[in-house]
């Protein structure tokens, strides 16, 4: 399966895993978003070869303690101890962690509904689609229709989702309401 | 778009770096008289939608770039790009008849405590000294905060309860700038924020309720109770801690996950706001109907305060201009606006008070004389 960009939903061109104290961090970056993280990128169609800001933020990353953020060094310490993030992308590092706290501090709402970026439409398009994969699988264990259940499965793992997803949550349904218009 | 327009007030001027004794006047008298009626600071309460009991509605978004550290974690340059980014793309809706770029940072102090005075900044985003700015339309009543605790911070502002036109006029917005940056989204969290408690739809509805008859009855901590219910944040005028609440009670909601912003707006334009409003017109009229003589009392002898006083501090100036407003809400004062009394009530603070003067903020006996005269002559 075709790896998306960690920021946006198009292909990623560089795939990159740093490992520092014995932890690993993948980042995978579409062309565009590579350049504006400061991956130079040779030419559009050889291998990313990577050079400048991938060095810096792997020597910088040997200052950070482990399990920090592959993009800002921030960890859950620094969450806790202040209270706000460091980038984006730690949402995705700390995406359990986070997302506790964000379900505590929303009255349990755990799942966006609303607006959304106009390049976001195909994660949200795809979000929903998870979660409706997720119901059916579900519904299909209930009723023990187990072959139709092993379909269910495979389709979710082919859009990236995880067949726990279909149990994490009572009210993933919540997740293919997506209201308020698009950002459009 | 040109770079010339981009910074209007003069960039000799470092942040904090002015000698107090020498006068100087404040760049933002430019924004000249526009000020005050467009937001209907001046205008009367009658034509405003529930402009007796709500001073004024507000909707803030809040959004982040995508490649870029939160503004917590960010360096000085990626803060600087960050303002860059922002000011090469075009503001809707609003900003369209007119938009005025303030170099924050580069600002004297008395004047970024006059946005903030005008709800255009916030307390924190006047103290900060990283690189920040803020966009403000000519008419006053939006303003783009640039650098705030996330990178853009929209903001809309209406006297009385105008939620429902807001919320239209900052999505024409929010869709503008999506067409020229790439916001921070998450498909489970939404909208990703510095802090992690407004992720979602990064909104925050709040109105600034007038509740001067509800104080009187000492029913305020039954409203705080029944706001505490409805998970709203309840603050002060200035969002200053609730102690110091007064008369003035701003409600805002708290979750920002799991529901849509048009059904906030409306539980707020149909529930949640009127319920309030409710509250404090029937406790108005329980003040007329148990004891008529005394309200007039407590209304007239605020005015006569107001119109006879030589010095006059802050928290005795709002709460007697509170009286008034009650009053002229009752129909028991009927030569004075209530637009006239909403503007005052901005007039008085210090920054202001510098303003009017031309000059830097003073020390609070200059302050006091300067708002009794402000007073004395605006109610004459
Ligand atoms: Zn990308
Ligand atoms: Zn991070």
């Known amino acids: 399966m075709e790896r998306t960009c960690d920021c946006c939903p198009n292909p990623a061109v560089v795939h990159e895993t740093v490992v520092h104290s014995g932890i690993q961090t993948e980042v995978h970056l579409c062309a565009e978003h590579a350049e504006q993280r400061g991956y130079i990128l040779p030419s559009a169609t050889g291998p990313a070869l990577i050079v400048g800001k991938l060095l810096q933020q792997v020597q910088s990353a040997a200052a950070r303690p482990a399990n920090a953020c592959a993009s800002c060094g921030t960890t859950m310490a620094t969450v806790r101890e202040t209270g706000l993030v460091g980038c984006p992308l730690c949402y995705r590092h700390f995406e359990d962690a986070l997302g506790a706290v964000i379900s505590r501090a929303q009255a349990g709402a755990s799942v966006h509904v609303g607006r959304h970026p106009a390049h976001a439409a195909d994660l949200v398009d795809r979000a929903a689609m998870r979660n409706r994969l997720a119901r059916e699988l579900r519904e299909a264990v209930s009723r023990e229709e187990y072959e139709r259940a092993a379909k269910l499965r495979d389709r979710l793992h082919a859009i990236g989702g995880s067949p726990s997803d279909a149990f994490a949550s009572a009210d993933a349904d919540d997740a293919t309401r997506v209201e308020g218009g698009s950002a459009e | ?380």
């Not at chain 2, 901590?221 to 706001?227: F, H, I, T, W, Y």
Request: glycine share 8%; proline share 4%; with cysteine.
């Open chain 2, 1 to 380: 778009m040109s770079t010339s327009g981009r910074e209007p007030i003069d960039d000799e001027r470092t942040p904090e770096g002015r000698g107090s004794q020498q006068p100087h006047a404040s760049p933002l008298i430019g924004f000249g008289d526009a000020w005050g009626d467009a937001r209907g600071d001046a205008r009367g309460g009658s034509e405003i939608p529930c402009g007796d009991c709500v001073l004024s509605s507000r909707i803030r978004l809040a959004r982040n770039l995508v490649g870029f550290s939160f503004v917590n974690r960010a360096t000085q340059s990626q803060l600087s790009d960050v303002v860059h980014r922002v000011q090469a793309t075009r503001l809707g809706g609003p900003f369209e008849s007119g938009v005025r770029w303030v170099n924050v940072q580069a600002t004297a102090p008395v004047d970024r405590l006059l946005l903030f005075e005008r709800n255009l900044i916030s307390r924190p985003f006047v103290e900060a000294t990283h690189p920040r700015c803020v966009a403000i339309s000519t008419d006053e009543t939006a303003s783009v905060m640039v650098n705030e605790e996330d990178h853009l911070r929209l903001q809309m502002l209406a006297p009385g309860l105008q939620l429902r036109p807001l919320a239209e006029r900052m999505f024409a917005l929010d869709s503008a700038l999506d067409r020229g940056l790439e916001f921070a989204f998450h498909p489970r969290f939404g909208y990703l924020t510095a802090c992690p408690t407004n992720v979602g739809t990064g909104i925050r509805v709040s109105a600034m309720l007038h509740l001067p008859a509800l104080h009187m009855l000492e029913e305020l901590e039954k409203v705080q109770r029944a706001a505490k219910d409805l998970h709203l944040a309840v603050r002060g005028f200035h969002g200053e801690g609730t102690d110091a609440l007064g008369d003035f009670f701003q409600v805002s909601n708290q979750t920002t996950l799991g529901r849509s912003e048009q059904d906030l707006v409306d539980e707020f334009t149909d529930s949640i706001v009127p319920r309030f409003v409710e509250y404090e017109r029937a406790a108005r009229r329980a003040l007329c109907e148990r004891d008529l003589a005394s309200l007039d009392d407590r209304v007239f002898r605020a005015l006569g305060i107001l119109r006879a006083c030589r010095l006059l501090a802050l928290d005795e100036a709002i709460k007697f201009l509170s009286r008034v407003r009650l009053g002229v809400a009752l129909g028991r004062i009927s030569d004075i606006p209530l637009g006239l009394v909403n503007r005052l009530l901005l007039e008085v603070q210090p920054a202001h008070l510098a303003r009017a003067r031309g000059g830097e903020l003073g020390n609070g006996r200059d302050d006091r004389a300067a708002r009794a005269d402000l007073i004395r002559a605006a109610l004459r």
